[in-house]
Each structure stands twice: as C-alpha cells, then as structure tokens.
C-alpha cells in the first residue's frame, strides 16, 4: 500500500508527541522537572488531527494538559523541555512549567491550569480575531470536565451570538481526575447536543483515529473561515497513565476492570502506522532523529541556567504589592 504524505506526517507528529512524554515519564523520578506534569499518552491523534487542520496564524489555547497541543500545533520541543526543568530558555522563562506554555511563532497562544480557564481567554482571541477582520481562527483546546464549568456555556453562547472564529476541540477521556463521566452528568446526555443547542456547529468522532479527527476539523475550520460561526467537536479518547504524573495507576480501581486494556488495544498510534503503510526504514529513520532530539533538549535543559532572582517579577502587572 503506498504510503500518502498526509497519513506519513500526522503519523509523523503523533511519534513526536508520544515519544517527548514517554522521556519525560522517565525523566521526571530525577526530580528535576519540580512542576507537576499532566501526560496525554493514549489522546495523540486527537491533538495531532485537529492542530494539522490548523494555519500558524490561527491561535490554539490549552488546558494543564497541553504538552501534546504544543507539540501538535509546532511549539519548540527544546524550549518545552526547558520550561518543564524551570530554566530561562523555557518557552516561559521557566516560570510556567507544564501546565503554562507559550510559543507565539507557533501560534500556541497559552495554556492554564484552572479547568476551562482557557475558554473565555481562547473565545477573547477569537473576538480580537474578527474585529481585524485577520480570517484566522482560535482553537480552545478542553476537556469533558471543562464543559460542566459555567464559563463554557458563557463563553460559548457568546460566540455563538457573534458567529466567532472559534473551534472547541473537546477531548473526551471519560474522567475527571478519578471521577468518571457517568458520576458526574446524567445517563444519555450527549456533549454535542448541548453544543448543537447553544448555537454551535458539532461533530463527534473517533478521537483515536488521527486521520478522521482531522476530516472533521478541516470541515469546521472552513465553516468557521466561511462566516459560519463556532463549532465544537467532541473526540473520544482515554489518557493511559495517571491524571497528574508519570506513572501507571490502574491499581487504584477507579477505573472498571480491563477498561484501560481495552483502550490500550486501541492505541492511536499503532492504528496509524499501520493505515499510514509506513515502510521500516522510514519508521526507523523517524525514530532515531527523535531519538536525537528528545535526548539533545534534555542535555540542553539540564545545563541551562535558572532564571536570575532579579527577574522574578518581570512580566507581571503590578511590581508594588504594598498597594494591596
């Protein structure tokens, strides 16, 4: 089967993202990264398909799990690498660590750590965006624990009513923290209708399948390009790994017995080297330049500087506290 450019480069992007977290599950025991780290090993494809639909001019805002947005949307790996270590080349200045990055030239506008704080900032852009009359648009990046959070509804009722440039990729990984979707919303509810009934174009699909993640999101971002309006996919998907850190928790039994098995049979990323028909040497090639990079923005991070103590309240609005 030949191999098309499309299948090779989002198979390509989700290798990045896979192997950058699976380095920095082994790296994190050294203890060096002090900041805690939310890993999105299981959900690449949803990443991946929804930022390749994606100009570097439109904007993407993202949640305390975002490692896997950066890289998608083509954020700097060694200036990730840095930030999660707290160092002055972070994308940040090592100020943010994990849950805060940034890269402007990439078009990743900013992630928070406040579940669905990034909404109204991400449907702001999307208003910045139309008044300049720019023709991008600002994806915000969510969870399925985001849409019970009352700003989603205010922020996407707003843009519906303004017919805002704006995507709400929602990845649908069945918990929030330990508490899964059935304990949390009623039986039946389905996330797009109560999209579909605020005003929003939705779609649902397969967040495991990279290639399908992004039909769906070439087809919102030219409806939204179009003067459509705002639109919200919702993409089924499972994190492996524990809500916060680098390690399996399976053992905690919050989730049903043999779940995350089932999800593992579907890995996203075996499903798309096997539809991509990726020969060996090209998989091997991919491999080994990764290999390289990854290991290179480790070294460079472990030896980078902190950032002086005189840089400890650049950036932030008000440097006189006694006003409070």
């Avoid at 305390?64 to 972070?90: M, N, Q, V, W």
């Avoid at 109204?120 to 849409?147: K, N």
């Avoid at 905690?252 to 028909?277: C, F, I, M, T």
Wanted: glycine share 8%.
């Amino acid at each position: 089967m030949a191999s098309s450019p499309l299948s090779l480069a989002l198979l390509e992007r989700m290798l990045l993202v896979r192997r950058v977290e699976e380095a920095i599950a082994r790296h994190y025991p050294l203890q060096k990264m002090r900041c805690p780290v939310h890993l999105s090993i299981g959900q690449e494809a949803a990443a991946v398909g929804i930022a390749h639909a994606l100009t570097s001019r439109d904007q993407a805002v993202s949640t305390h799990r975002s490692h896997a947005h950066y890289l998608a949307k083509g954020g700097d790996l060694d200036a990730l690498i840095a930030e999660l270590h707290g160092k002055a080349t972070g994308c940040c200045g090592g100020r943010g660590g994990s849950m805060h990055l940034s890269d402007l030239d990439a078009g990743f506008l900013a992630s928070t750590a406040i579940v669905g704080n990034s909404i109204p900032v991400g449907v702001g852009m999307a208003l910045a965006q139309q008044l300049r009359q720019s023709g991008d648009l600002t994806c915000v990046f969510l969870g399925d624990g985001a849409t019970e959070e009352g700003v989603f509804f205010e922020s996407a009722n707003f843009a519906a009513v303004r017919k805002l440039p704006v995507l709400f990729a929602c990845e649908n990984n069945l918990y929030s923290v330990y508490s899964p979707l059935s304990k949390r919303q009623p039986a039946g509810r389905s996330l797009t209708a109560f999209a579909s009934a605020i005003g929003l174009w939705s779609a649902s699909v397969d967040g495991n399948d990279v290639e399908a993640v992004y039909e769906v999101a070439k087809e919102a971002a030219a409806r939204i390009r179009a003067g459509d309006g705002p639109c919200f996919i919702e993409m089924s998907t499972y994190r492996w790994l524990e809500h916060c850190g680098p390690y399996d928790d399976d053992q905690l039994n919050y989730r049903p017995e043999g779940e995350l098995q089932k999800w593992k049979e579907q890995d996203p990323l075996l499903k798309q080297v096997a539809r991509s028909g990726a020969d060996e040497r090209w998989l091997e090639q991919v491999e080994q330049d990764l290999a390289r990079r990854i290991e290179a923005a480790f070294v460079g991070a472990d030896a980078a500087p902190f950032p002086p103590a005189s840089s400890a309240q650049t950036g932030i609005y008000a440097t006189d506290l006694g006003v409070f």
